[in-house]
């Protein structure tokens, strides 16, 4: 009775406004913890212990169709269950990709690094914003002590930076922080006073430098691709020749973008000799270094990145190699005098008052496009603080010498045909089914090669073993791009990519 007594009491003090009574919360929190609790139990299960035993499948196949009808994605006008919303929980697990899974090999990022995770658990339980010291006073100082880190391995003696939702996103403001530093007033007066500006990268660059140069205005018919060298890399010779074209059209050339690292074979521009030519025809130098940065951190795999230091901006993602977690992207800027800021800055007045009582210099969210920005450094810091340096270097020269291990058993095998030496952690490769081995090399060869990958992929999807990516490239016909990157891969791991290839390519 005393709980009726309440709910009178209540009904008697309730303030009503437009018919919505204001007293007390809405939300059963009671219920939610439980349901935050039973829901963890799900994951720590079923994705963290899971993780890496190889018994697992790495993906539960499902096409479109059959997966919408087995989720039940329609939204209702009453909320559901908690056993049934507990229930949707196992089956979104059971139906996604296990990145952390060994054998999971499919893009530039896998594993599971359980310190970033605790990182990740963190912030999403927070749920912070990066942009002003009072409302993220710890990520901002965490953010600022993770890019001096990496600043100080790229040989910088100072510089800036921020992190952002992907090397794309990083490429991105690299161009345009690079194109408002060849005409500030760009920022003011928009593009029509402009000359043609024209930027190179090579034939082997990512994607996002044609998508960057449609989104800011400058076009892709003006993005110069420079020829690479067998190896994948710009030869130095061809940007000096397209440097001197450009200039010869009556276009204005700005910027150079090398990579370290590239997204198919892994290879290294040579960083030195292309800023010789940049510091020759005054060009910012941008190193996308999204995929190939982390070997930074090995003393013994540094030089694949020889030269960098001379690099105006870089990119640089610690989700890839060193299992940060996705995202976590940094843009790294030699400059020291503001440029990110006056470049992005739009002045905010109810964000960035400058009259606040803390040193204001710490609201760093106008060096950003994004007005909302997730704590990513958060998780590589958290990481490196466990690991120490040491154990992240050894994570980049073990996975350097797995993919070194899988090259020379290649090597070995019948049937299996080595595209190129590695450089780094990409293994690019043909498998060629005992069916063409007597063929003569000719067009229908090639032709029928090029269906087996896919062939393959289907099959090892549909069976859940593994994951490994394909691709035609450069006048080649598909081929296998398998990377290692995950501590959780082993020697073994290795041997049974081969043997899996074999075993489901049998008949083809």
């Known amino acids: 009775s005393t709980c009726k007594q309440e709910m009178l009491q209540k009904k008697n003090n309730a303030v009503l406004v437009d018919g919505v009574i204001l007293n007390g919360p809405i939300m059963d929190s009671k219920a939610g913890e439980k349901f935050v609790e039973e829901a963890y139990k799900i994951i720590m299960k079923e994705v963290i212990q899971k993780a890496n035993d190889v018994r697992e499948k790495v993906c539960e196949w499902q096409a479109p169709e059959t997966l919408k009808q087995i989720l039940d994605l329609e939204m209702r006008d009453t909320g559901e269950s908690h056993q049934q919303l ?13 990145t952390s899974h060994p054998r999971f090999f499919n893009q530039l990022y896998a594993g599971t690094d359980y310190y970033s995770l605790v990182a990740r658990f963190i912030t999403e339980a927070l749920n912070p914003s990066v942009y002003t010291y009072e409302v993220s006073p710890v990520f901002l100082l965490v953010e600022e002590a993770v890019i001096k880190k990496m600043i100080e391995f790229i040989g910088w003696e100072e510089g800036d930076g921020i992190f952002n939702p992907g090397g794309s996103v990083s490429n991105m403001y690299a161009m345009n922080l690079a194109r408002y530093k060849f005409c500030p007033e760009i920022k003011e007066k928009g593009l029509s006073g402009l000359p043609r500006l024209v930027l190179f990268t090579s034939e082997e ?15 892709t018919e003006n993005v110069y691709f420079i020829k690479t060298d067998d190896r994948g890399k710009m030869i130095p010779e061809e940007l000096e020749k397209q440097v001197q074209r450009a200039r ?24 030195d000799k292309i800023a010789d030519t ?24 540094c030089r694949l ?71 990513d450094a958060f998780k590589f810091w958290l990481m490196w603080k466990a690991l120490g340096t040491r154990s992240l270097e050894e994570r980049v020269n073990r996975a350097l010498a797995l993919a070194r291990y899988l090259a020379e058993e290649i090597k070995k095998r019948e049937g299996f045909q080595l595209i190129l030496e590695p450089e780094y952690a990409n293994v690019c490769f043909w498998y060629i089914p005992p069916s063409l081995r007597k063929m003569e090399d ?10 087996v990958a896919p062939k393959i992929k289907e099959r090892m999807m549909k069976k859940g073993s593994m994951m490994l990516g394909y691709q035609p490239h450069q006048g080649k016909v598909n081929f296998f791009r398998q990377v290692v990157i995950s501590p959780h891969v082993s020697r073994e791991d290795m041997d049974f990519l081969l043997d899996e290839i074999e075993l489901l390519a049998k008949d083809l």
């Not at 507990?86 to 296990?98: E, F, H, P, R």
């Not at 996002?208 to 800011?216: D, I, Q, V």
């Not at 230091?309 to 990119?315: G, I, N, P, Q, W």
Request: hydrophobic letters at 40%.
């Open 86 to 98: 507990l229930q949707l929980c196992q089956d979104v697990i059971k139906y996604s990709v296990k």
């Open 205 to 219: 660059c990512h994607y996002s430098m044609k998508k960057a140069a449609s989104f800011l205005g400058i076009g």
């Open 248 to 271: 010869k059209e009556g276009s204005a050339p700005f910027l150079v973008c090398a990579t370290a690292g590239t997204t198919v074979l892994g290879a290294f521009d040579p960083l």
């Open 278 to 301: 940049c510091e020759k025809h005054g060009l910012w130098l941008h190193v996308d270094a999204s995929w190939g940065g982390s070997a930074l951190i090995s003393r013994k795999h």
């Open 305 to 375: 990145l020889h030269g960098i230091h001379r690099a105006d901006s870089v990119a640089w993602n610690p989700h890839k190699m060193l299992l940060a977690g996705v995202q976590c992207c940094a843009l790294l800027v030699k400059d020291n005098s503001g440029l990110l800021k006056k470049c992005y800055s739009a002045k905010a007045a109810y964000l960035f008052q400058q009259d606040k009582f803390y040193d204001v210099s710490y609201d760093t969210g106008d060096k950003s496009i994004q007005c909302s920005r997730r704590p």
């Open 442 to 451: 000719g067009s229908e060869f090639w032709q029928k090669l090029h269906q």
